[in-house]
């Protein structure tokens, strides 16, 4: 059967583990592209530019946007996040399969660029358990946590829209769902 590359967006309330996900998806999957996105956000500690994000000022930012260089770009949590069209285009054309891992709003636009964009919502087996798991990251201050757990309310409600739903529970049994839906996608 023939396979062609894809592009798969995974969205879902911070803290649910959409990052492991994909990374876990990733190592099983070295030919996997994974576009490194813009934001004007500052590095977290341990995070490297141009790999985990390419950290851009403001003016920088812009400027990109005003070139048209992105497929898409959002405001998420009072910074700028994008995901520049360079990248998937060049993957696409490797022919790799992309993941692109946003919010989504971004996803949103996304797929007015890729119509046939598969959509991924990774799902929190319940809300208590995705608190505890953003509480647990220790990356974020009180007044960070209480906007992801605002921004989180909002996308459980639209988790009904998207092709795929997989709920992270059991990571093993995610990323295999997460790899299955990735390789009925490519072979349809
Ligand atoms: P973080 O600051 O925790 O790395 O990411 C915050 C949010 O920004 C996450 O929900 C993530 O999905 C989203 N994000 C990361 N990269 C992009 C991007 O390229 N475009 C959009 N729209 N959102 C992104």
Known sequence: MGRRPRLFVVSGP????KGTLVSRVRE???LLGLPVSATTRAPRPGEIDGVSYHF???AEFDERIRRGDFLEWARVHDHRYGTLKSEVDACLKRGESVILEIDMQGGANVVRHYPDTVRIFIEPPSWEVLVQRLKDRGTESEESLAIR?????????????YDVRIVNDNLDAAVQELELTLEKYETE
Do not use: C, I
Request: glycine share 8%; charged share 20%; net charge negative.
């Open 14 to 17: 911070a803290g649910v583990g």
């Open 28 to 30: 099983m999957r070295p």
């Open 56 to 58: 851009l000022s403001d």
């Open 149 to 161: 757990l605002n921004t989180a309310q909002e996308e459980l409600k639209h988790a009904s829209s």
